[in-house]
């Protein structure tokens, strides 16, 4: 334990801490948890986690998206998005399965999914990028 990493942080494929700033895209397999700050696009495959401490100014879009800190645009969960009592999505979630903790705010729509259209909802990190030969 005396590693120096957090407490789980070794079942994460990346972790932005607190201070992190990044602008732009960034796009993970496994799971992503984020306690910084981010102006763009975030996409994992697996899990996304935005921290208390986290605001994201874009799109997030993964398997499953727990939201503990502030969000400021779309949020596509194939299979779920759970807001956290702190947490706050201020944009539209499509996903087939949505949780909204005592205290969670979402201030937008919200699009429930059938599995065939979360299926197709959003290719997760790579498949967009080996389908149409595109490295972006």
Known sequence: MGNGKPAGAEEYVCVFDQGVKLEGTIELPGKFRLDGEVKGAVRGKEQVIVGK???????????????????NGNVTGKKRVEILSSGVVEGDV?????VIEAGGILDGRCHMLSENKAANALPLVGSAAQASGSTH
């Open 53 to 71: 401490s986290a605001r994201v100014e874009g799109e997030v879009q993964s398997a499953v998206v727990l939201v503990a800190g502030k969000i």
């Open 94 to 98: 499509y996903t087939t399965c949505l």
